[in-house]
Nanobody, 130 residues
Framework: QVQLVESGGGLVQAGGSLRLSCTAS????????MGWFRQAPGKDREFVAA????????WYADSVKGRFIISRDNAQITMYLQMNSLKPEDTAVYYC???????????????????????WGQGTQVTVSS
């Protein structure tokens, strides 16, 4: 059973940067799509970014496009989320997830009716102060 472990969260001032990591323990990411999601207090979990099994194709929520970069290193079984120009509204617990598809589905990115998520991480807190 693959376990996903996030790290890299913390407290940062608005305009700053953080890099989150998601590492697979006991297995591998390949050949599945991966994604980052976040959940702020009192809000639903929402899509942030996704990446295809080979790292070539990426997708982003409009709210983070141009500021966040998702990447993966299948050899090192680690996925990253580089977060730049952080805003207070980016404050949330960030989760990584693995989908049993080579490319992320619309259901995966919307979390609506998705049945193909095979793993979630435990989450890492990101807090952006104004």
């Amino acid at each position: 059973q693959v376990q996903l472990v996030e790290s890299g969260g913390g407290l940062v001032q608005a305009g700053g940067s953080l890099r989150l990591s998601c590492t697979a323990s006991g297995g591998t990411f390949s050949p599945f799509a991966m994604g980052w999601f976040r959940q702020a207090p009192g809000k639903d979990r929402e899509f942030v970014a996704a990446i295809s099994w080979n790292g070539i194709n990426t997708w982003y929520a409009d709210s983070v496009k141009g500021r966040f970069i998702i990447s993966r290193d299948n050899a090192q079984i680690t996925m990253y989320l580089q977060m730049n120009s952080l805003k207070p509204e980016d404050t949330a617990v960030y989760y990584c997830a693995q989908e049993k598809m080579t490319n992320p589905t619309d259901q995966f990115m919307s979390l609506a009716g998705v049945t193909t998520i095979v793993n979630w991480g435990q989450g890492t807190q990101v807090t952006v102060s104004s």
